[in-house]
């Protein structure tokens, strides 16, 4: 019996968590430098593969990551489920810290942001909907945007900046590739179901 959908849970409840964590930042000294992911000690200190994702830089950093957070995430958690929902944004957002460790130009300079977890769930829903149409400047199907995404984000990795353009591009193709998976076992599964 499938289950109903309970609503954007997870997708409103990360975002409550990322804002509640971005106060404490600014109130308490110390979290943005203890939980930071600094590829140079990230075997060391492996939960700042995680702990990085909830951190932010500053009030346009946390701003434009939940905005997209929440325009992307509560149709994909619609779509396959808050389950699969969490694992998507927690597995792009560690192989995205992974990018930024194979891409970055200083290994002691620390990554925070949900971004390559957010890239993820952009990912995902794009292979699962590539034909939806979204507004970037000009309506366009989301693979277009996708492919769009990851070609600016991989001609950025040979510009300097202070944007972890590795992080946004594996988090990218972990959710692409996470996407193409389901779709596969959502096919099979309608197969199976033809010839019962």
């Given at each position: 019996m499938r289950s109903e959908y309970a609503g954007p849970?997870?997708?409103?409840?990360?975002?409550?968590?990322?804002?509640?964590?971005?106060?404490?930042?600014?109130?308490?000294?110390?979290?943005?430098?203890?939980?930071?992911?600094?590829?140079?000690y990230a075997f060391q200190e492996p939960w700042t593969f995680i702990t990085s994702i909830f951190l932010h830089f500053d009030i346009n950093h946390i701003f434009f990551n939940m905005f997209a957070l929440f325009?992307?995430?509560?149709?994909?958690?619609?779509?396959?489920?808050?389950?699969?929902?969490?694992?998507v944004f927690f597995a792009a957002g560690i192989v995205g810290n992974f990018g930024y460790m194979l891409t970055a130009s200083d290994s002691q300079i620390p990554a925070?942001?949900?971004?390559?977890?957010?890239?993820?769930?952009?990912?995902?829903?794009?292979?699962?909907?590539?034909?939806?149409?979204?507004?970037i400047g000009a309506?366009?199907?989301?693979?277009v945007a996708a492919f769009i995404w990851g070609i600016s984000e991989f001609l950025g990795l040979f510009v300097p900046s202070n944007?972890?353009?590795?992080?946004?591009?594996?988090?990218?193709?972990?959710?692409?590739?996470y996407g193409i998976y389901l779709r596969k076992v959502n096919n099979r599964k309608r197969t199976r179901g033809i010839f019962l």
């Open positions: 849970r997870a997708t409103l409840s990360l975002i409550a968590i990322m804002v509640i964590v971005f106060v404490l930042q600014i109130l308490i000294r110390g979290i943005t430098a203890n939980f930071s992911f600094i590829p140079a325009m992307f995430g509560i149709v994909l958690e619609s779509r396959i489920g808050y389950k699969k929902f969490l694992f925070i942001g949900a971004s390559g977890a957010v890239y993820g769930i952009m990912g995902t829903t794009a292979a699962l909907m590539p034909f939806a149409i979204i507004w309506p366009m199907p989301m693979i944007i972890a353009r590795g992080a946004h591009l594996l988090g990218l193709a972990f959710g692409l590739a």
